[in-house]
């Protein structure tokens, strides 16, 4: 008769909590995503119900801006999750994001307005992802070992 070994179930390790820059930062870029992606279905829309001049046009551009939704979405992914990858396509929307603002505040009007959000949302998810505390929680930095 063999004797079967019983122990007592283990508590699961603690789970440290998520950084809140990560959560602000993954909140901005998944609004980002959302903005990019409605823009796109937008200009696809004017261009298949005719309020655009070449409905190709519009098409190609609305399909572009939804491949581009892609990459702020899944930034926000990986910084829920605290994955070390996502911290540089983040970094880089910003990036593209404070001239694409700049054009636009050049131009004035209603176009200003758009850009002082753009340029608002861009700096503050720059400081947010350049914390201290957010390049800890991502593990940038940290020798390997």
């Not at 980002?32 to 001049?53: C, D, I, N």
């Not at 608002?120 to 957010?134: D, M, Q, Y």
Request: net charge positive; proline share 6%; charged share 10%.
């Amino acid at each position: 008769m063999s004797r079967k070994h019983v122990t007592a179930p283990q508590a699961a390790p603690p789970v440290a909590p998520r950084a809140p820059r990560l959560t602000a930062a993954a909140a901005l870029a998944g609004l980002e995503g959302v903005a990019l992606a409605a823009g796109g279905v937008y200009l696809m829309a004017t261009g298949l119900f005719g309020r655009h001049t070449s409905t190709q046009t519009a098409v190609m551009g609305g399909l572009t801006v939804l491949a581009m939704a892609v990459l702020p979405l899944a930034a926000a992914y990986g910084l829920l999750r605290a994955r070390r990858w996502s911290r540089g396509p983040a970094l880089i929307i910003q990036l593209i994001a404070l001239p694409i603002a700049w054009t636009m505040g050049q131009n004035g009007g209603a176009l200003l307005a758009a850009a002082i959000g753009i340029a608002a949302v861009a700096v503050a998810e720059l400081v947010l992802l350049v914390h201290p505390a957010a390049t800890a929680a991502l593990g940038v930095g940290r020798a390997e070992g």
